[in-house]
């Protein structure tokens, strides 16, 4: 029997399950036990076609009495879409994808480094496959699953590329293939020289899960301040910016479908790339016609 042969829709438990587990090891996988604790309570025995706009304010309501922040409420609710739309794919519901409302997306400022911060953050990663990982992710851009999952397959040192995509295409978040700048060709010769495994970040022979421990480490040893992994990736793109370079070659490296996604996000640190426009609006300097 499939779901597709039932009179009625699966519940939001059942998808969300199915969707858990369909994701198999990635980390919102992981992520999804713990905002699961929170929808479930609320969404998990309903059927989807009765998920509607007033229910998910009620949700957004009561998660914020319990001091809730919006940024988490609005991944929760993200988590409950992205689970609901698997279900229609899956044909684990009947009818329409229900509308999963949301509150808006925080804005949240991100910690640029300047290049003496960075300098300083790789020359106190104290193990070579901590210093390596952050040369990759600050010379690449790349996310920190991408540098993760990199092999020495998609490292072509006689073209100068380095392919952060995988096969299966089965990652939610873009990836580009990008070239090698001077810094990141010279870490990753010596690594490859020295490697006992398939993978670039390896420890010990064998593949590294979380780097989180030895770049905090880092981090703190550095004396930069707070910073996230994250952050090291915005930290690359406003560097590219600011350097003049073109917002649609940034969006490739960044892996970014389209230069929208990359104006929404970066546009604002970088109020000078307006200041020709506003020129124009200098009226007591203008010579007069």
Not at 230 to 255: C, D, F, N, P, Y
Request: with cysteine; glycine share 8%; proline share 3%.
């Amino acid at each position: 029997e499939t779901y597709s042969d039932r009179p009625r829709s699966a519940t939001v438990a059942d998808i969300w399950e199915a969707y858990r587990k369909h994701l198999g090891e990635k980390p919102t996988a992981k992520t999804m036990l713990y905002t699961g604790k929170a929808i479930l309570p609320m969404f998990g025995a309903h059927l989807p076609e009765n998920i509607d706009q007033q229910m998910c304010q009620t949700y957004d309501r009561s998660r914020r009495y319990e001091g809730k922040s919006q940024g988490t409420i609005w991944t929760e609710l993200g988590h409950l879409q992205s689970a609901l739309k698997f279900g229609k794919k899956e044909k684990m519901l009947i009818g329409d994808l229900p509308h999963v409302w949301r509150p808006a997306k925080p804005e949240t400022d991100k910690r640029i480094l300047n290049v003496g911060e960075i300098r300083r953050l790789i020359d106190s990663a104290h193990a070579p496959h901590i210093r390596l990982a952050l040369i990759l992710l600050t010379g690449t851009a790349a996310r920190v699953g991408a540098a993760l999952d990199l092999t020495w397959d998609r490292v072509d040192f006689e073209q100068g590329t380095i392919n952060l995509r995988i096969a299966d295409s089965a990652t939610r978040k873009g990836r580009a293939i990008v070239p090698m700048n001077n810094s990141t060709r010279a870490a990753l010769t010596v690594a490859r020289e020295a490697a006992l495994s398939d993978y670039v970040i390896e420890h010990a022979g064998k593949q590294i899960g979380c780097i989180r421990k030895g770049v905090s480490g880092a981090i703190e040893r550095s004396g930069i301040g707070h910073v996230t992994i994250h952050e090291l990736r915005h930290t690359a793109a406003v560097h590219m910016l600011s350097a003049g370079t073109s917002i649609e070659k940034v969006a490739q490296v960044l892996g970014h479908s389209n230069t929208a996604i990359t104006y929404r996000t970066y546009a604002r640190f970088l109020p000078q790339h307006m200041q020709d426009a506003v020129d124009v609006l200098d009226f007591m300097s203008l010579k007069r016609g």
